[in-house]
């Protein structure tokens, strides 16, 4: 019951049924919080908190008890267990304890998703800018359907956590999602490797292989990189995509598959078919829908929860304690534009991580392009600055686009007043 309850509140549940099996999941798995019995078979909850804490010290445990064990479960808050409550469990307060266990950004976030996602659409996506909204509402329109997805987006934006997203929203979730990197293999490994090969089709093949199409039955299949693809293979495709069936590379037989495609590319698909390298019949199959991951430069926003979401994946996983990310370092952070997107930040903080001394995350931490950065003149801007005047014009309208024209929080950053900040743009408009 506590299970489903916690659902409808948006969070993610997995049940354990004694103290053994929640010490073998916590070590396997990183979770939010843990919420638990104090009396249990095989291990009961004291020996278990001892297990879980010592693996894993910053996961907020909460406890629940009847009055009559409270002494032992104000013993384990000594311990370091987050929270207790008494049974007949109030469940506003156990929505209150669970909400103040996890860090406060995660509380936000989920609170300020729309109701509908908040029970049913689980990604790993994070982001509460504008721009992550929308497509965040977009997957959840789209993952029960069973809609060719095209996600388009450039390089380390998250287009593969986009497509795992879509999968894991869908009916095919049960299935296997099965991932191609099309542009990793030579065309004639490519092709054995989609459709397998009957023994004997070609040197080295001792033995029939079937193909990811073939695995992915039932499930959803990720094309990643499509255009990179060759005519020939865009042909072949095609034709899967059209009829639902292919043949092994070297075979007659047909083979029928019930397979969901998701493509990725950082290309522009229309562009390459109108300079003739990508297939228009093809492209109309799969861009039934297009979803685009923005660059993370548009959706600076996003930026500090990223951090804070990375710098604690690599705390826990180089066993590192790490405070906090001082006030420069998180400027830095933020005024960097971000090329590699969200994969140049991750490896931006974990690098960091792995080379931080004390338990505070600096600027000396960061790659040296993230911490010069600033120093240099704005990069969009091909000439310098005439003046005073126009160097801050540019400041302000860059930060506007920083905050995509959110008055209150550029102002903010700026450290002027709304007011003021106002009357800036009255005067650049008037010019
Ligand atoms: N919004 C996000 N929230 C959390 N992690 C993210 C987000 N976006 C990307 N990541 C992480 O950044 C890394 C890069 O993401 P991903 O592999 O999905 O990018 P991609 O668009 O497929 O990149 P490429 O074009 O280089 O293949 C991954 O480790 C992913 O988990
Ligand atoms: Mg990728």
Known sequence: ???????????????????????????????????????????????????????????????????????????????????????????????????????????????????????????????????????????????????????????????????????????????????????????????????GHEKGAFTGADRERDGKFVQADGGTLFLDEIGETSQAMQVKLLRVLQEHELQRVGGEKTIQVDVRIIAATNRNLEDEVKTGNFREDLYYRLNVVMLEVPPLRTRAGDIPLLVNHFVRKFAEKNRRSVQSVIPECMEALNSYPWPGNVRELENAIERGIILMRGDQLTQKSLPLSVQNYKRQSAPEADTEPASLYEAEKRLVIETLAKTEGNKSEAARRLGITRKTLQNKLNKYDEE
């Open 1 to 195: 019951m506590l299970s489903s309850m916690l659902k409808e509140w948006g969070w993610r549940c997995i049940e354990a049924d004694d103290g053994t099996t929640a010490v073998a999941a916590v070590e396997k798995h990183n979770y939010d919080a843990v919420l638990m019995d104090i009396r249990m078979v095989k291990m009961d909850g004291r020996e278990a908190f001892h297990k879980i804490h010592a693996m894993r010290p910053a996961l907020p445990v909460i406890l629940m008890t009847a009055y009559s064990s409270v002494d032992d479960a104000v013993i384990m808050i000594r311990e370091g267990a987050h929270d207790y409550l008494t049974k007949p469990l109030d469940f506003d307060r156990l929505r209150l304890a669970l909400e103040r266990a996890v860090d406060h950004r995660q509380v936000t976030e989920k609170k300020q998703q729309p109701r509908e996602q908040q029970t049913t659409l689980q990604t790993g996506i994070i982001g509460e800018s504008p721009k992550m909204q929308e497509l965040l509402e977009m997957i959840s329109y789209v993952a029960p359907t069973e809609a060719t997805v095209l996600v388009y987006g450039e390089s380390g934006t998250g287009k593969e956590l986009v497509a795992e997203a879509l999968h894991s929203n869908s009916e095919r979730k049960g299935g296997p999602f099965i991932k191609v990197n099309c542009a990793a293999l030579a065309e004639s490994l490519l092709e054995s490797e989609l459709f």
